[in-house]
């Protein structure tokens, strides 16, 4: 996989703008926002949960499927798309290839529907889908989802459908919430006055091996397992006696060598004029393609259509093989072999660069005269296809001939009933099917197989009766299992299932209780809060992320990431220092990153270099971060063992870090200060120096807890000569510069820019409890400075003058910018991606307000990512950036947690809680190490009352720190730990003592307590 300054270099180069002046900044994006007072009090409200309907459910795709388990959607109406859980991660594009209005695909047979019949025998048959109501509501709370299908103006059964979609979600166990599997349970109920006979019918296309290479050898084969009230089909692909010929004959249809296209007729723009050599400007590499030429409709990017039709030929050898490419768009990307006016085979790519050698068994064809087409009618990402190598051959390569089981694509489904009824190897098809659910049941044959280039289809069927007002559920779990993944050990679910039908067996053994617990989640994130529903929601659409193709989870436990679906590989460490959801809700996969990756593979023990593609590579923010994610991994445990593990190289890696500041003025001034805009900073900044001096913060904390006090007091002296030094000499007295120094030309620097990340670690110190790096007031105003300068609320007069890169944010958008010049000075070659909106930073920047108490710019910011992605113009769950899914963006986390004046220290037993939204009536989740529930405070004359209620795992704690009304004294301090069993309540006054420091009030407890499942602390304090 390329960089992507790489890939990218071309679109640079076209983009790079001159000086802009001050003014023309500043009237471009305006100081005055447009927000009245009331807008201002309704982001704060509590408000009504979120429904969607009518134009919102067109991008709809909320993730539904395990973390690290694939990738796997249901859209708005209920429907399931975007099938990415065999271990292809397919990458969407950049900016305005994956930032654009689309439904997600579904390029499989899959479905639902339901039949009634009443007492007079009318039938009324509908599929469970958009086509059939047009009154569909969607409620989209992750990792749960629920569709109503109704009806306004179309003839559907006359019974209510419910639908509830979701896979196991229990935040600190990861492994229950890694099924590979999505389970959707049904609900129906009869609103008529009349008994109402019901069939809930659904199907399901066997796509294993979907893209193998020994096509013409294998067969797909569905299977039925019945087991009680287990009723089951698995999917799989098997092979098949294949006889060997000892003298191969070979006829070749095309190998594009001759440099033109002889034999073919073009028309379009996409293929030009010849065969192309290799890759295309702006495209990754291609690869597998023989010889110097190939077919690549890439010329001209994606947007380029067009078709080759080859001349007839007599199809007078038993097999065809071929190499594809390209785009996964069936009908649109592929390629086509047409007999007597009908498409007999066909063939896309794979959304990758990599041309795989596939068969197609034209036995059944043979006498018969053909041609083939290769066809580029999509404009979207991945709108190309790339062939070579098409022959005719009575015999295959031996790579051809048997089932590779190490093929990502290797693998078995199971659609399973979890009650009696009636499964089916085979469908007749669609219409027959639906015409089918008006008989009675009819068991077919227990297993079937299909060669590979005919659709395999299983179905099931429930029939059941309804009384009036009665409702019934059904449930039904579609499994997987493809264990293989690209260049890496299988994944983590093999080592708990071995098959698809073992997975839908085991979860529905275990299902009440799994489904208990994902609903207990809910309850406690959504309904158990005083947060508004539209924040609540937009704060953990990100966290869906980890049920993409974004990340893997690995057989050995190791949580490994791409940076978005399918781009930039190797859990970066600067897009990855952004993102806090991970840590918190699942914190022994991020424990997995910092050893089997930071301090694993990515380390050089001589000199401390923690390579940031898990590689030897530097990048200054990475480093940094590196050591803040392990002070959070250590507080998010329960004892000091991971700090005691991993101390060594954390100080070996900070060592490294302080080797670029020789002189350990806590300034990094000279070299390479390489960061995640892809480009080196030159010279003293807050971007890269506000990380360093937490990171410093940091080591001395974790020096302190390992005894080595000289080491403490000497990162805490290098942080402190940093922080002094910054804040005389780089805040311009509204916020923080980038120092260059004169004579300095090289590119990409931002000089007197407002650089939104510019107070980025000082986000870490507060999450981590680190204090402020640098002045309180300083900090208050540089912060303020971005949002008055940076937040657009419409980017669009902006780019018009500053067009971005990529485009993640449109003209009538809000936004908030990378970067402007409001004082002038923007260098001609300004800092890279300085006119792109990036939602990971803006949730980044939205914490940093907070924290300061500045919540209406920080509402407004959440709000604005809320407005783009609202299912009218984007999916919802997915923020994009480079690719689909960005991992940047679980950055969502920490303004939760900058809201809550929430900060935890396990081993410390500490909690921190202040909020500073609505704090005299306030109640929101929390996850903590390794215990989450409620925290809760409410306020009243002279008492302000805090609980800490556990729902799921412990909390052990020794120490909170509350907040108080500004200006107040507490006096008396009651704290009691409350018990629940049954219908009784037992509450134990605890000896506790408490100090105020600043505005808080320091509770202290000489004898720790521990907090299990039900219990709760009831803090009360008197003034």
């Known amino acids: ?275 192309v050599e290799g890759t295309l400007p702006n495209q990754q590499e291609v690869h597998a393609y023989s010889g110097k030429r190939l077919v690549n409709s890439y010329l001209g990017g994606d947007r380029t259509v067009g078709k080759l039709t080859s001349d007839p030929f ?39 660069e990599w041309l795989d050698l596939i068969a197609w068994d034209l036995r059944p064809l043979l006498g018969k005269r053909g041609h083939l087409e290769i066809v580029d009618q999509h404009q979207g990402a991945w709108g190309h296809i790339n062939v070579d190598d098409i022959a005719l051959s009575n015999t295959l390569p031996k790579t051809l001939t048997a089932l590779d089981k190490s093929a990502i694509d290797y693998g078995s489904l199971a659609l399973a009933l979890l009650d009696s009824g009636d499964v089916t190897p085979l469908w007749p098809g669609r219409e027959k099917f639906l015409s089918s659910l008006k008989q009675p049941r009819r068991m077919r044959s227990g297993i079937v197989h299909r060669s590979m280039h005919e659709p395999c289809v299983g179905t099931l069927r429930k029939d059941f009766k309804l009384a009036p007002g009665a409702t019934r559920e059904v449930t039904i779990v579609i499994a997987w299992h493809f264990p293989n993944l690209l260049g890496a050990p299988n994944r983590h679910y093999t080592t708990r299932a071995y098959d698809a039908l073992n997975v839908a067996q085991k979860l529905s053994e275990r299902l009440a209780e799994l489904r208990a617990k994902t609903l207990l989640f809910c309850e406690n994130y959504y309904r158990r809060s005083t947060m508004p529903w539209w924040l609540n929601e937009r704060l953990m659409m990100p966290v869906s992320t980890l049920a993409t193709e974004t990340v893997q ?32 809700l699942f914190p022994e996969l991020a424990r997995s990153v910092r050893e089997r990756q930071d301090f694993g593979e990515a380390l050089d023990e001589t000199t401390g270099l923690v390579g940031f593609r898990g590689d030897d590579r530097f990048a200054a923010d990475g480093q940094a971060g590196t050591i803040l994610k392990s002070y959070r991994e250590h507080r998010n445990s329960g004892d000091l063992q991971f700090l005691q593990r991993n101390w060594t190289k954390i100080k070996l890696a900070l060592e490294h870090l302080i080797s670029h500041d020789p002189d350990e003025n806590g300034i990094i001034e000279h070299g390479r200060q390489h960061t995640t805009y892809d480009i080196d900073l030159a010279g003293p900044n807050t971007f890269v120096g506000a990380l360093y001096i937490a990171a410093l913060r940091a080591g001395a904390v974790m020096a302190m807890a390992m005894d080595e006090t000289e080491t403490a007091a000497r990162y805490q002296a290098i942080a402190d000569r940093g922080g002094a030094w910054t804040a005389e000499h780089l805040f311009n007295g509204e916020y923080y510069e980038q120092q260059i120094s004169a004579g300095d030309k090289r590119p990409w620097q931002y000089g007197s820019g407002c650089l939104s990340d510019q107070l980025f670690g000082q986000n870490w110190a507060h999450q981590l409890g680190l204090g402020e790096l640098y002045p309180r007031d300083q900090i208050r105003s540089a912060l303020r400075a971005v949002y008055q300068h940076n937040w657009a609320p419409d980017v669009g ?106 900060t935890f220290d396990g081993p410390a037993g500490t909690l921190s809680f202040a909020p500073r939204l609505q704090p005299d009536d306030f109640e929101a989740f929390f996850c903590a190490g390794e215990g989450w529930g409620t925290l809760a405070q409410e306020r009243g004359p002279n008492v302000q009352v805090n609980c800490v209620l556990v729902a799921h795992g412990k909390l052990r704690l020794r120490k909170l720190e509350l907040t108080p009304p500004e200006g107040v004294r507490v006096r008396r301090v009651d704290v009691r730990h409350v018990r629940a069993a049954d219908s009784t309540i037992d509450e134990t006054e605890l000896e506790a003592s408490y100090v105020m420091k600043d505005d808080r009030c320091v509770i202290e407890l000489p004898n720790a307590v521990a907090l299990v499942a039900d219990e709760k602390l009831l803090v009360t304090l008197n003034w």
């Open 1 to 275: 996989m390329l960089s992507r300054r790489v890939i990218q270099i071309a679109t640079v180069l076209a983009v790079l703008t001159t000086v802009a002046s001050a003014a023309a900044d500043k009237h471009l994006v305006p100081a005055d926002k447009g927000v009245s007072p009331a807008e201002l009090v309704a982001l704060r409200q509590r408000g009504e949960q979120r429904i969607y309907r009518g134009e919102a459910l067109y991008t709809i795709g909320m993730p539904c499927g395990g973390i690290g388990a694939g990738q796997l959607y249901v859209r708005g109406d209920g429907t399931l798309a975007c099938w990415q859980v065999d271990g292809l991660s397919c990458f969407t594009g950049y900016g305005a290839e994956c930032y654009r209005t689309y439904r997600p695909d579904s390029v499989i047979e899959q479905g639902f529907a339901i039949r009634t019949t009443d007492a007079d025998g009318e039938q009324v048959v509908a599929t469970l889908d958009q086509s059939a109501y047009d009154a569909i509501e969607f409620i989209g709370e992750y990792p749960r989802a629920l569709i109503r299908y109704r009806a306004a103006d179309k003839t559907v059964p006359p019974v209510d459908v419910d639908l509830e979609v979701f896979s196991p979600f229990c935040p600190l166990e990861a492994a229950d919430s890694g099924w590979p599997a999505t389970v959707l349970r049904f609900s129906v109920t009869n609103p008529t006055e009349q008994n109402l006979k019901v069939a809930l019918g659904g199907w399901l296309e066997n796509f294993t091996c979907w893209n193998h290479g020994s096509t013409a050898t294998l067969l797909r084969q569905n299977r039925r397992h019945v087991q009680g009230k287990f009723n089951a089909l698995i999917m799989e692909t098997i092979e098949r006696d294949f006889p060997r010929l000892r003298e191969p004959t070979t006829h070749v249809i095309a190998d594009f060598e001759s440099g033109d296209y002889e034999g073919w007729t073009v028309t379009g723009d996409a293929f030009g004029t010849t065969p």
């Open 314 to 352: 007599d199809i007078d050898l038993p097999f065809m093989t071929l190499r594809v490419g390209g785009g996964l768009h069936p009908g649109q990307t592929c390629v086509n072999l047409v007999v007597n006016g009908k498409v007999v085979r066909t063939a896309t790519g794979r959304n990758n």
């Open 553 to 584: 989870w690995r057989r050995d436990g190791r949580f490994w990431a791409w940076e978005g679906v399918g781009c930039c590989p190797g859990t970066c460490t600067h897009v990855w220092n952004y993102a806090q959801a991970h840590a918190y």
């Open 797 to 902: 007069p902006y780019n018009a003058q500053h067009p971005p890169e990529r485009w993640f944010a449109r003209a009538g958008e809000p936004g908030l910018l990378n970067c402007t010049w409001p004082r002038g000075g923007r260098p001609d070659e300004p800092v890279r991606y300085r006119n792109e909106v990036w939602t990971g930073i803006e949730y980044q920047v939205a914490a940093g307000l907070a924290w300061e108490g500045l919540v209406d710019e920080a509402l407004q910011i959440v709000r604005g990512i809320d407005q783009r992605y609202d299912g009218v113009k984007h999916n919802p769950w997915n923020e994009v950036e480079c690719g689909d899914h960005y991992a940047r963006a679980l950055a969502c986390w920490g303004v939760r947690h900058a809201l809550m004046g929430f």
